[in-house]
């Protein structure tokens, strides 16, 4: 109960904060505290059987909650300080060739996966295909039978195809009347890569990842504009993606669970497993969350694991970077609750329920730092997030619109596995910088020339 109590009033008061130091109660740190703040809320009530996460975990998920709103008043005052308003006619541009130059890369690669993985649903089977489709050490991947390719692929032409999304979102959002069409060309094509990605690695989350960040972009062009229809479009598409989202997930599931059974796990159960795993380790003090610590490595988790590829290249076999160690740990299965109930298929009350993934952000930090991570790693998350929506809104900039899309991104989805762990996401925060650099020198350069 006092869990209950702490998580909710850090909510409500994260709101009200927005409300005086914002102005807007739909800020993005209001949505992203109040997102945190329900799931922890309905962790406590373990409506699938997954145990209850303990006052411990429920105090630290408030102190991320606290400081990613104080994170967020900093980082408002530091974005009104300074800025200049850019050039958005030619910005448009030049990330409309850039995405055309990804798209011709990218496409045939992913088209070629894709039917490759068709063919093995027909010739193999659609249930046993998940399980085959991402590769050990032991068993190469069944699309894409080598290790090394696998990698190369995720580590490029994903990180492509992410940042082709995100770019596409901030074309679409920063774009103006006369040339939104052709910019939701853009950003359809780069769906439609997402989503065979999606279907050839029965993978749900790319979807999601579409659902949210679009609903996100369309609800804050829809304010800004005055125009619900599109918002109400928006909330047509996203209900036919979370119907593709739970289609998949009926398919993957050989149980064959009913609707509403699928529906309480890929809805419930998928958002607040984290908090039981990452309370599960925190309290057995042999775990490996408590007997090791990272010092900040964790947290740059992406940009670690590529050091550590190309360490081991040049011969430094033995050097290993935290996240692996994390993929490692987490592959072991764990019982963190039990069903007992007939609805989920279960023949008696003994139904335990075990996963061995899900490390949310939550385990990166404690990893990192200990309790005084939960202050300082989401102070600076929060005035991120701040800083780049204040310059997306203020200064029309499609890079500011993508790197707070890509904050935006890190905060929410790492409820489910740590985003900033993910080599993709350090990869588009640097294609994002080093296309901004240029195109501001490209400016510069003409601007001397005429």
């Not at 006619?89 to 993985?117: G, H, N, Q, W």
């Not at 032409?157 to 979102?169: E, N, P, V």
Request: proline content about 2%; glycine content about 6%; aromatic content about 16%.
């Amino acid at each position: 109960m006092i869990a209950l109590i702490i998580i909710i009033f850090v909510s409500l008061l994260s709101i009200y904060i927005s409300y005086r130091k914002f102005k807007d109660i739909f800020h993005p740190l209001s949505l992203l505290c109040c997102w945190w703040g329900i799931w922890c809320v309905v962790a406590n009530f373990s409506i699938t059987g997954v145990f209850a996460p303990s006052l411990h975990t429920s105090i630290l998920v408030s102190m991320m909650i606290l400081f990613l709103m104080v994170g967020g008043i900093v980082g408002q005052k530091i974005a009104v300080k300074g800025g200049t308003e850019r050039d958005t006619d030619s910005e448009v541009v030049f990330i409309k060739r850039v995405l055309k130059i990804i798209f011709i890369i990218i496409t045939p690669i992913i088209l070629f996966y894709f039917f490759r993985a068709i063919n093995i649903f027909f010739t193999e089977g659609i249930e046993n295909y998940r399980m085959l489709v991402f590769g050990t050490k032991e068993t190469p991947s069944i699309l894409f039978k080598s290790g090394p390719i696998e990698l190369l692929y995720y580590l490029l032409i994903y990180s492509l195809m992410f940042y082709s999304l995100l770019a596409s979102i901030a074309l679409y959002f920063q774009s103006q009347k006369r040339e939104s069409l052709s910019c939701l060309y853009y950003l359809l094509y780069a769906i439609l890569l997402n989503f065979l990605d999606a279907i050839m690695r029965l993978g749900r989350f790319n979807i999601y990842h579409i659902l949210i960040l679009l609903g996100l972009v369309f609800f804050y062009r829809a304010r800004r504009e005055k125009n619900y229809k599109k918002l109400l479009i928006g909330i047509i598409v996203g209900m036919t993606i979370l119907s593709s989202i739970v289609g998949i997930g009926y398919f993957r599931d050989k149980n064959k669970r009913d609707l509403l059974s699928q529906l309480k796990i890929y809805l419930i159960e998928y958002h607040t497993v984290g908090f039981a795993i990452f309370d599960q380790e925190l309290k057995d003090k042999n775990s490996y969350l408590q007997t090791h610590l990272s010092y900040g490595r964790g947290v740059l988790g992406g940009v670690d694991q590529l050091v550590g590829l190309l360490a081991r290249k040049v011969g430094f076999k033995k050097f290993s970077a935290p996240v692996q160690e994390i993929a490692f740990n987490m592959q072991t299965q764990r019982v963190i609750g039990n069903r007992g109930r007939a609805e989920f298929g279960c023949v008696s009350a003994d139904c335990p329920i075990r996963y061995n993934a899900f490390s949310t952000i939550l385990y990166t930090f404690y990893l990192d730092a200990r309790e005084f991570a939960f202050v300082i790693f989401p102070f600076i998350l929060g005035l991120l997030t701040t800083f780049f929506y204040e310059r997306m809104t203020n200064h029309n900039s499609i890079h500011y619109t993508v790197m707070f899309l890509t904050s935006f991104f890190i905060i929410f989805f790492s409820i489910f596995q740590s985003q900033i762990e993910a080599p993709a996401t350090w990869i588009t925060i640097f294609i994002s910088y080093l296309l901004q650099t240029y195109h501001l020198n490209l400016q510069k350069t003409n601007l001397h020339k005429c």
